[in-house]
């Protein structure tokens, strides 16, 4: 049977010239496969964040490690320096792996990055400190973290593209947050093997062999990961592309010409996916990485009350993702992530006010106040930025938005803060960056276009079982999320673009039409 663009151009129409849905047209992803899917890109996204964040909860001793001689001011903003400079090479990541993830497939460049990114955190535990090779000790520790920002330049925009195009639309929200919920466990898990390191063993210990642990673990974590990933398959969106890639005459590397390509056809979509990313990982950031050098170095508290402080908010945070995730299924991304806006500009001071209040209780308390509009940011957008882009240029799109959003805005916010900090000399001055981006995001969400319960740019409708397909098609006319002309249109302009194109497929153990049934 022709899976072609022909077959699109041959659907039944009405009386008035409509085109027609059909059950042969819906992708129908069954549950055992799902469950597969979404279990391998949490825990790879929870072991690449947990490489990601534990740097920030050793810090302050990865300051004195590798610049000695520098007073504490300097070791702080060396150390996050560092961090903000991993950002550099994650626009580079997001452009190379995304171009490569949208021609090789999302799987294979995901399984890459988390080998990547498992490998460079295990370097950066063994590398030696200034005392042993001198001002090596620093630029060896900058070119590992670049390593892990190229890692983490593909990672997300591919983790995100990837189980955005499997989850079927009703539930694309709730499904999508589930990877955010993975980040987010992967910083608490940092937080936690910290901790009990820094309660268990001695500081002087820790200073000197203690804190490479958490860098050295990652190596065993990763290859689990990595086999959780390599067990699932292509999402059913590129696997159609590649029933037809062998046709093509010429094998055209992309690169340079598809970065260029996916810029001009998609500017005001970067532009808009860029201002809510700022927006969002700038009060993310601030909330994981940044906490505990701010707890520590200007509210005074010991380092391991810094890291401890965080880890029950990030928890209660990670677990109420989901739950903003299926809200925004039910009420819509647009108003959720306008939800998020509000809440950055409005409990920013109040969030910094409660933690220079100084009692565990309002520092919990403004932490806390501080994850409201985090929860509320990040449980959308694993959904609602991949339905921004067509299925041809969906990795790409996001990999040059979101690294280009977190290398200017979230990578530096740590850095930013602290140099805030420093030069007013007051606590208060992380609040007003927050508060800064959360406008700058609350604009943009303006021109962002609803996508829950819709499918995604490029492909026919997702859903989740056989019957919910035939459903879905019985009731196209009076379905308010279903604009089936529009679906039609997007199909062909991505078939057009791409050697991609719209196919009958059920998802499970075996592939077949589920025209079929």
């Known amino acids: 049977m022709d899976h072609g663009v022909e077959q699109v151009d041959r659907k039944k129409m009405t009386k008035g010239g409509r085109r027609r849905l059909e059950v042969s047209d819906v992708t129908v992803v069954e549950p055992p496969v799902l469950k597969k899917t979404i279990a391998g890109t949490v825990v790879g996204n929870l072991m690449e964040w947990y490489d990601v964040g534990v740097y920030g909860y050793v810090a302050v001793i990865i300051g004195r490690m590798f610049l000695p001689d520098g007073s504490a001011s300097a070791q702080n903003l060396f150390s996050l320096g560092v961090f903000a400079v991993t950002f550099i090479a994650r626009p580079l990541g997001g452009i190379v792996l995304g171009q490569l993830g949208d021609r090789l497939g999302r799987q294979k460049i995901l399984a890459f990055t988390l080998l990547m990114m498992a490998s460079a955190t295990f370097l950066i535990g063994i590398l030696p400190d200034h005392s042993t090779i001198g001002v090596w000790a620093p630029i060896l520790l900058i070119v590992l973290k670049l390593i892990q920002g190229f890692s983490t330049g593909g990672e997300y925009a591919g983790a995100t593209t990837f189980i955005s195009e499997y989850a079927p639309d009703r539930h694309r929200g709730f499904l999508a947050s589930l990877l955010d919920l993975g980040s987010y466990m992967g910083f608490a898990v940092g937080a936690a093997f910290v901790s009990v390191l820094q309660m268990t063993l ?86 994981t990485s ?28 990670s677990l109420c993702i989901p739950l903003v995730g299926a809200l925004s299924d039910r009420i819509g991304r647009k108003t959720v992530l306008t939800i998020a806006s509000v809440m950055g500009i409005v409990l920013a001071i109040p969030a910094f006010l409660l933690m220079m209040h100084g009692a565990i209780w309002s520092t919990l308390a403004g932490l806390m106040t501080l994850a409201i509009p985090v929860a509320f940011y990040v449980s959308n957008i694993a959904s609602a930025l991949p339905a921004l882009f067509p299925t041809s240029s969906r990795y790409g799109g996001m990999g040059i938005a979101y690294n280009i959003a977190v290398a200017v805005f979230a990578g530096t916010a740590p850095f930013i803060m602290e140099g805030l900090v420093t030069l007013t000399k007051q606590p208060l001055a992380p609040a007003f960056w927050v508060m800064l981006t959360s406008i700058a995001g609350f604009v943009a969400i303006l021109f962002l276009k609803e996508s829950a319960r819709r499918p995604m740019p490029g492909t026919l409708p997702t859903v989740g079982s056989r019957e919910e397909a035939h459903e879905l098609v019985a009731t196209q006319d009076t379905n308010p999320d279903l604009d089936v002309e529009e679906i039609f249109a997007l199909a062909e302009m991505d078939s057009a673009a791409s050697p991609a194109s719209p196919t009958d497929r059920v998802v499970a153990d075996q592939t077949e039409p589920v025209g079929s049934l």
């Open 202 to 287: 001695s500081a002087g210990f820790m200073d000197s062999w203690g804190w490479r642990i958490p860098f050295m673990a990652a190596l065993p974590l990763g290859v689990i990961a990595l086999y959780f990933r390599t067990r699932i398959e292509d999402t059913p969106a590129f696997q159609a592309a590649q029933e037809t890639m062998a046709e093509e005459e010429a094998d055209e590397p992309r690169g340079l010409s598809g970065f260029v390509g996916t810029l001009r056809a998609f500017h005001r979509e970067i532009i808009l996916a860029i201002a809510i990313v700022a927006a969002a990982n700038t009060a993310g950031y601030a909330l």
């Open 290 to 317: 940044y906490m505990p050098t701010y707890l520590t170095t200007t509210l005074g508290y010991d380092e391991v009350h810094g890291n401890l402080l965080t880890l029950p908010v990030l928890v209660i945070m």
